[in-house]
Nanobody, 121 residues
Framework: QVQVQESGGGLVQAGGSLRLSCAAS??????IGWFRQAPGKEEREFLV?????????YYDDSVKDRFTISGDRAKNTVYLQMNSLKPEDTAVYYC???????????????WGQGTQVTVSS
């Protein structure tokens, strides 16, 4: 069974940090991306993506100074280190696997169930 699974969400104070994990199983994806969906918003916002094969990354400008993506190819796992968190970062964070590194959600074929991140002021 092919799946991706997020973990590591939680409650953190503004200015704090969290590290999310995304474990893929059943296959190796060419691209793994992180998205988030804020309360009351219909669309998922792209954050960053990585190629586990090459290590290449693609960041949205809005988070590139605070968020860092990394990957462990042997574990087929991707990490999202989030620093200097703000209340507006509160959202459900999703990881997704697909055939390429992309900022477009429809590129990705397999999605996790999401992990809640809440940043208190």
């Amino acid at each position: 069974q092919v799946q991706v699974q997020e973990s590591g969400g939680g409650l953190v104070q503004a200015g704090g940090s969290l590290r999310l994990s995304c474990a893929a199983s059943g296959r190796t994806f060419s691209g793994i991306g992180w998205f988030r969906q804020a309360p009351g918003k219909e669309e998922r916002e792209f954050l960053v993506a990585i190629s586990l094969a090459s290590g290449g990354t693609y960041y949205d400008d809005s988070v590139k100074d605070r968020f860092t993506i990394s990957g462990d190819r042997a574990k087929n796992t991707v990490y999202l280190q989030m620093n200097s968190l703000k209340p507006e970062d509160t959202a459900v964070y999703y990881c997704a696997g697909g055939p390429s590194v992309s900022g477009v959600s429809r590129t990705y074929t397999h999605w996790g169930q999401g992990t809640q991140v809440t940043v208190s002021s």
